[in-house]
């Protein structure tokens, strides 16, 4: 086997991101292995999604998170395993169940990486963050100790905000489509969030696998060109339409007394808003220790630039 390909196992591989997953692991010639959960019965769209990948040259493999002894027989056909499963409340939040799948990696012993679910902000700097929001990161902490208690070799993806919830969305909260009409500006929308293309992420995090630079450590994705501000991102859609946007304010105030009255679901999606839009949490640090930049380690990447990503909503 060609040293620079890992067989690559993907958990989760028909959700929003791990179907890119599976895609960028094939595209980068890697032995590619998905898991086929029992569990997903007679969804049809996920079935096809995985005869889909098995033509494509995928093997599926069948385990479920109830059964360990599957979890380990499926693991100890790959050397690197990346989950993906569901982490947004509005759709599903499974983050914990990894724990099981850290338990068979640990009694597997063969894997010499694992990259969580994680796929956004980095969840050791929101120790701080409001509830109920903050369970999504104490969530991926516990996982992250979990897989550091066990000694099993990691690499953590901080991929900040899908373009497909914000920059679709202009940064508003229950939005994923731009208007032509109108925007609700967060406060005073000059908080620099990173947005980075979805396919992308899945592309920079396959190239991580086998590099040895990013053994046990963060790998943020940073795309230079994509770090903009509420007001920039609006101001892209702007030209590109040849339009001025009717525009609304919300102040921090106003939307934490809204956040109270939602669903819980919403509650936390909107408390993540927050933390990006009004605090400017994904750069309000500098990358430090242990932690490396995407964009500077894989320059041959051209990673989608927010401009391209909105010509798609014209
Ligand atoms: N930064 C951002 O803006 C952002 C946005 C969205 C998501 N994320 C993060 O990205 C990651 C993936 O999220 P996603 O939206 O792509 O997930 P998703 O599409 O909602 O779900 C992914 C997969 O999770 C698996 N799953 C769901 N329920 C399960 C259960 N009960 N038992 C076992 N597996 C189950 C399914 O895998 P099968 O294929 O086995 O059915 C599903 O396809 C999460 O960590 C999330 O927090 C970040």
Same mark, same amino acid.
Request: glycine share 2%; no cysteine; net charge negative.
């Given at each position: 086997m060609d040293e620079?390909?890992?067989?690559?196992?993907v958990v989760g591989g028909t959700g929003y991101l791990g179907k890119r997953l599976v895609k960028a692991s094939l595209a980068n010639g890697h032995p590619t292995f998905v898991l086929h959960r029992p569990e997903v019965g007679v969804d049809i769209d996920k079935i096809q999604m995985l005869l889909s990948f098995k033509e494509q040259g995928a093997k599926l493999v069948q385990a479920s998170f109830s059964d360990h002894q599957s979890l380990v027989d499926a693991v100890k056909?790959?050397?690197v395993v990346i989950c993906a499963i569901s982490g947004v409340h509005i759709r599903s939040h499974q983050i914990l169940l990894q724990l099981n799948l850290v338990q068979a990696i640990k009694e597997a012993g063969n894997i010499k990486r694992f990259i969580p679910s994680e796929f956004g902000t980095d969840p050791s700097r929101m120790m701080d963050a409001i509830a109920p929001g903050r369970v999504t990161f104490e969530d991926k902490m516990s996982v992250r100790k979990a897989i550091e208690e066990a000694g099993i070799p990691f690499?953590?993806?901080? &991929?900040n905000c899908f373009a497909g919830y914000f920059v679709g969305g202009l940064c508003q909260p229950g939005a994923i489509i731009p208007s032509n009409q109108h925007v609700?500006?967060?406060g005073h929308a000059n908080a620099k969030a990173i947005f980075v293309d979805e396919d992308d992420i899945a592309t920079y995090t396959i190239k991580s696998v086998d590099d040895p630079r990013m053994i046990n450590k963060t790998l943020h994705i940073r795309p230079p060109e994509n770090i903009l501000s509420q007001r920039e991102l609006v101001e892209t859609w702007e030209e590109l339409i040849s339009k001025k %946007?009717?525009?609304t304010t919300i102040s921090k105030e106003d939307f934490l007394t809204k956040l109270k009255s939602l669903e819980y679901a919403e509650q936390v999606g909107l408390g993540h808003y927050y933390h990006v839009c009004y605090e400017g949490c994904l750069t309000n640090f500098e990358i430090?220790?242990? +932690? +490396? #930049? &995407?964009?500077?380690?894989y320059? #041959?990447?051209n990673y989608v630039r927010v401009k391209?990503? %909105?010509?798609r909503y014209l």
């Open positions: 620079k390909s890992s067989r690559v196992l056909q790959v050397d690499t953590y993806v901080t &991929a609700s500006l967060l %946007l009717v525009k430090g220790d242990n +932690e +490396e #930049e &995407a964009t500077k380690l320059p #041959e990447v391209d990503y %909105l010509k």
